[in-house]
T-cell receptor, first 117, second 116 residues
Framework: GAVVSQHPSRVICKSGTSVKIECRSL??????MFWYRQFPKQSLMLMAT?????????EQGVEKDKFLINHASLTLSTLTVTSAHPEDSSFYIC?????????????FGQGTRLTVV | AQSVAQPEDQVNVAEGNPLTVKCTYS??????LFWYVQYPNRGLQFLLK??????LVKGSYGFEAEFNKSQTSFHLKKPSALVSDSALYFC??????????????FGPGTRLSVLP
């Protein structure tokens, strides 16, 4: 099946620094990717939709300047958490679907555990 | 607007017994329905989906789910639970009236614990 790879799987950073998370579709081109945040024992919260070659679409309440999304190619989207603070500590997950196949399930990255100290 | 409910936060079942994880949904059009499983500190793994056709769909690891349009439900089932099935389970829906590229809507998740 299709594979989505997310890197790093775990990162610890100091408060005030920025962290970049990569999401790659390994065997298909993804014009759209999705970024989620998951709090402990809770469901996935959609943060933004990443669109190749154009600006990301952010969900209400998500700070665009805090969570920078870049979708520079058809196989790579990045999420940068800028000036990270302890409250940004969370589990971040990306997903993508092969294009032109609306019936297809979404494929998810392995997730990134971000801890801001 | 689409929505998904999973009425049980936690389901406990003894190993070898049948298990059911419940899901109900609300969409404006016809639904595409999905079940995913998440193990600790991992992404979501696809289990099965209903798009059209037979209401009973079979998926990975012996799981199956039944689409019931009148009850707007898509409960996940397995005839004989394994301890290794213990994980967090998410039901998700996409509206067939939804534009391509838009998001899935996920339920809150149900934690399944299979006791040896």
């Amino acid at each position: 099946g299709a594979v989505v790879s997310q890197h790093p799987s775990r990162v610890i950073c100091k408060s005030g620094t920025s962290v970049k998370i990569e999401c790659r579709s390994l065997d298909f081109q993804a014009t759209t990717m999705f970024w989620y945040r998951q709090f402990p024992k809770q469901s996935l919260m959609l943060m933004a939709t990443s669109n190749e070659g154009s600006k990301a679409t952010y969900e209400q309440g998500v700070e665009k300047d805090k969570f920078l999304i870049n979708h520079a190619s058809l196989t790579l989207s990045t999420l940068t958490v800028t000036s990270a603070h302890p409250e940004d500590s969370s589990f971040y997950i990306c997903s993508a679907r092969p294009p032109g196949q609306p019936n297809t399930e979404a494929f998810f990255g392995q997730g990134t555990r971000l801890t801001v100290v | 607007a689409q929505s998904v409910a999973q009425p049980e936060d936690q389901v406990n079942v003894a190993e070898g017994n049948p298990l059911t994880v419940k899901c109900t949904y609300s969409v404006s059009g016809n639904p595409y329905l999905f079940w995913y499983v998440q193990y600790p500190n991992r992404g979501l793994q696809f289990l099965l989906k209903y798009i059209t056709g037979d209401n009973l769909v079979k998926g990975s690891y012996g799981f199956e789910a039944e689409f019931n349009k009148s009850q707007t439900s898509f409960h996940l089932k397995k005839p004989s639970a394994l301890v290794s099935d213990s994980a967090l389970y998410f039901c998700a829906v996409r509206d067939t009236g939804d534009n391509y590229g838009q998001n899935f809507v996920f339920g809150p998740g149900t934690r399944l614990s299979v006791l040896p």
